[in-house]
C-alpha cells in the first residue's frame, strides 16, 4: 500500500493526471480503464480536458465504469454523463473506445450483459477480466465503486458485475465486483475532504469496524495499490 497525501483535491487531481497521461504515453497497446463517479473524477476531467486536450494520444484509451446509477445516460445522476460533460465532450475521443454501462436498461439485464463486455474486451487473468487501471474512490460510509456497508457480501460475488443498491436513496446501481476489483494491474484510491477522515483512519490503521466497510477490501493481488488522499482525509493518520 502506497499512501500519498496531496495538499487539497485539486493536487490530487493533478497528481492523478500526469500519473494517468504517462501510463497512456508508455503503453505500447490500448489502456482499460475503470472510471468512478464523484467529486474527485470530476476535477480530473477537468483537468484532463483543460491540460492535456490535444498532448494525449486518446484513441490509446478505452473507458469503462466502475459502477454507474441505474438512470438515463441523460439524467444529471448519470457517471457516464458527468464524464461526458466534464471531458469526452471536451476532448477528440473515439466513440468506440467508449463501454458505458447502460444505466437506462432493466439493472439484472445490464448487470450481466456489462459482466459480458468486460469478459469479452480485457485480458483474462485467472478466468477474471483484467483491467489496466481501476480508479475507485471513497464515501463516508466506507462504501466503494457502488458496494456499500449494508450489501458487502456483494464484493464476494461470482459475477463481474452486480445490481446494488443505495442504502439511503434506494437507488439502482450497476457495480463491478471485487473479484474484477482486486484482478487490476493497478488500483487508484481517490479520497478527499474531511468526510472521509474517520473512515481512512480505521482502514490504515485497522481499526473500529474497519472488516465492515467495502474499501478495507480493496487489495489487488498485482499489489500495485495507489491511495491519493488530501490533507483533510488524511488527517487522522498522519
Ligand atoms: C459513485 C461513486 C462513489 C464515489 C464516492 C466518492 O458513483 O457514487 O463511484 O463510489 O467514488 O462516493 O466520491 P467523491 O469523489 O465525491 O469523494
Redesign the pocket.
Known amino acids: 500500500m502506497k499512501l500519498n497525501i496531496l495538499a487539497n483535491k485539486q493536487e490530487v487531481a493533478v497528481a492523478f493526471s500526469e500519473y494517468l497521461k504517462e501510463k497512456i504515453e508508455t503503453s505500447t497497446g490500448a489502456i482499460h480503464v475503470a472510471l468512478?463517479?464523484?467529486?474527485?473524477?470530476?476535477a480530473i476531467f477537468d483537468y484532463m480536458a483543460e491540460n492535456y486536450a490535444s498532448s494525449i494520444q486518446w484513441s490509446k484509451l478505452h473507458l469503462y465504469w466502475?459502477?454507474?446509477?441505474c438512470v438515463l445516460p441523460t439524467d444529471a445522476e448519470s457517471?457516464y454523463k458527468m464524464t461526458v460533460d466534464h471531458l469526452l465532450s471536451k476532448i477528440d475521443f473515439p466513440e468506440a473506445n467508449i463501454h458505458r454501462v447502460k444505466g437506462e436498461n432493466t439493472p439484472v439485464d445490464e448487470a450481466v450483459a456489462y459482466g459480458e463486455v468486460l469478459d469479452k474486451n480485457l485480458e483474462k487473468v485467472n478466468g477474471i477480466p483484467r483491467f489496466d487501471v481501476v480508479i475507485?474512490?471513497?464515501?463516508?460510509d466506507g462504501?466503494?465503486?457502488?458496494i456499500f456497508p449494508h450489501e458487502i457480501h456483494l464484493w464476494d460475488s461470482k459475477n463481474n458485475c452486480e445490481v446494488a443498491v443505495h442504502p439511503e436513496s434506494g437507488q439502482k446501481?450497476i457495480t463491478i465486483t471485487g473479484k474484477v476489483i482486486n484482478n487490476a494491474k493497478e488500483v487508484a484510491f481517490?479520497?478527499?475532504?474531511a468526510?472521509?477522515a474517520p473512515k481512512v483512519k480505521e482502514i490504515v490503521k485497522k481499526e473500529g469496524d474497519y472488516t465492515s466497510y467495502p474499501a478495507t477490501l480493496v487489495a489487488p493481488t498485482s499489489e500495485k495499490l495507489l491511495w491519493l488522499l488530501d490533507e483533510d482525509a488524511a488527517v487522522s493518520i498522519k
Not at 136 to 140: E, I, P, R, W
Not at 143 to 146: I, M, R
Not at 190 to 193: D, E, F, H, I
Open positions: 468512478s463517479g464523484g467529486s474527485t473524477p470530476k466502475g459502477d454507474e446509477r457517471n475507485l474512490g471513497m464515501g463516508d462504501h466503494t465503486a457502488s446501481r481517490l479520497v478527499t475532504g468526510g472521509k
